[in-house]
Nanobody, 124 residues
Framework: QVQLEQSGGGLVQAGGSLRLSCVAS????????MAWFRQAPGKEREFVGA????????YYSNSAEGRFSIARDNAKNAIYLQMNSLGPEDTAVYYC?????????????????WGQGTQVTVSS
């Protein structure tokens, strides 16, 4: 079992930036790939981006590409999401997730572990 503890988030004006953090503990062998998802009110949880542990390969959704960046610190079992040029459409609860393998497509139902979620609100 992997526990994911998130931090960061909050309220920011449009055009601003935020950084989210997620630290894994427990059975960290199951964190081969770590990812960020988000869920806006009334919408399904959607993939934002992911990074694999061993080769550092990055994957981004179309909406995140060019504005968001993901980094990992394998020594700390942590993953970070730097979000720039935020807009009201980015308002959502953001979740980190971990899995022991990459499963495509990037659906939310196949992930083994989830963080508690953190609210990101972007005001216009």
């Amino acid at each position: 079992q992997v526990q994911l503890e998130q931090s960061g988030g909050g309220l920011v004006q449009a055009g601003g930036s935020l950084r989210l953090s997620c630290v894994a503990s427990g059975r960290t062998r199951s964190t081969y790939v770590m990812a960020w998802f988000r869920q806006a009110p009334g919408k399904e949880r959607e993939f934002v981006g992911a990074m694999s542990r061993d080769d550092g390969r990055l994957y981004y959704s179309n909406s995140a590409e060019g504005r968001f960046s993901i980094a990992r610190d394998n020594a700390k079992n942590a993953i970070y999401l730097q979000m720039n040029s935020l807009g009201p459409e980015d308002t959502a609860v953001y979740y980190c997730a971990a899995n022991d393998r990459i499963i495509l497509p990037w659906g939310a139902s196949t992930w083994l572990s989830w963080g508690q979620g953190t609210q990101v609100t972007v005001s216009s």
